[in-house]
């Protein structure tokens, strides 16, 4: 709740999306994992920091015009796998699995190859994924 209370739309900047996912990321990390993870919480907000930051560059670079769906989809991808490895390197395995709700070696993009179609049409879904 604190976390949402901190928001004031009126004046939320991209600044302030960013800072909100990163405290939101901290809290579901303390919820999950506990508070006796000095050196994790720290690499793991790190890795959320960077992922944020990446994210950011990749939208205003999609909002010029400067990156086509397909190249914003791939990069988006390949962030979310990044982050999944460094969170990985962060945490033993039995902590992985609490924080994401995954194994390791399971890894997930959050990319919809049936959203994309409906977006950006099926050629830029075989740019992505290749076939189906």
Known sequence: KRA??????????????????IDLFDRQVKFRL?????????????????F??????????????????AEFIKSFNKMTL???DD???????VQYKKLLDLDRDEKIVLADPDIIKSLYGEATVKAVYGKL
């Open 4 to 21: 949402y209370a901190k928001l004031g739309i009126e004046e939320f900047s991209q600044l302030d999306a960013m800072k909100f996912n």
């Open 34 to 50: 506990g508070e006796d993870l000095r050196k994790e919480t720290r690499n793991l907000h790190l890795a959320k920091e960077a």
């Open 52 to 69: 944020e930051l990446d994210h950011r560059h990749m939208v205003e670079e999609f909002k010029q015009k400067r990156a086509l769906p």
């Open 82 to 84: 990044k982050f999944q």
């Open 87 to 93: 969170v990985a390197t962060a945490l033993n395995k």
